[in-house]
C-alpha cells in the first residue's frame, strides 16, 4: 500500500509564509507528476501547483510568484513553499501523486488526508 502524509500547515498571519511537506511511504518503484490541490470551505478543490518527477512545474494564477513547489526524489518528498498568504489561502490542503508501484509502467493516482492552512487578516 502507498501512503501520502502532508505536514507544516498551521495558522499564520496574512503576509507571512509556510512550507508544507507531503512524504510517500510504501511500496513505490516510481513517482511521476506530484500536485497540491486546495479546497476551501464550500468551494470545489483546486489545482494550486504541479510538478513532473523531471522538475518541470505549472501554478494556477492565484499563486503564482508567491508559492513554490519542488521535490525529493531520493525522499520520495513533495514540497509547498508559500509566501506572501493571503486570507484566501486558507483551505485544506492535499498532496496527489501518480505513483508506480511495480516496473509495469502504470501509475495509479493517490491523496494525501490534507492539511488545514489557514491565513488571518
Known amino acids: 500500500q502507498v501512503q501520502l502524509v502532508e505536514s507544516g500547515g498551521g495558522l499564520v498571519q496574512a503576509g507571512g509564509s509556510l512550507r508544507l511537506s507531503c512524504a510517500a511511504s510504501?511500496?513505490?518503484?516510481?513517482?511521476?507528476?506530484m500536485n497540491w490541490y486546495r479546497q476551501a470551505p464550500g468551494k470545489q478543490r483546486e489545482l494550486v501547483a504541479t510538478?513532473?518527477?523531471?522538475?518541470?512545474?505549472n501554478y494556477a494564477d492565484s499563486v503564482k510568484d508567491r508559492f513554490t513547489i519542488s521535490r525529493d526524489n531520493a525522499k520520495n518528498t513533495v514540497y509547498l513553499q508559500m509566501n506572501s498568504l493571503k486570507p484566501e489561502d486558507t483551505a485544506v490542503y492535499y498532496c496527489?501523486?501518480?505513483?508506480?508501484?511495480?516496473?509495469?509502467?502504470?501509475?495509479?493516482?493517490?491523496w494525501g488526508q490534507g492539511t488545514q492552512v489557514t491565513v488571518s487578516s
Open positions: 510538478i513532473t518527477r523531471g522538475g518541470n512545474t
Open positions: 496527489n501523486a501518480d505513483i508506480e508501484t511495480t516496473d509495469w509502467g502504470n501509475d495509479d493516482n493517490y
Open positions: 510504501g511500496r513505490i518503484f516510481s513517482i511521476n507528476r
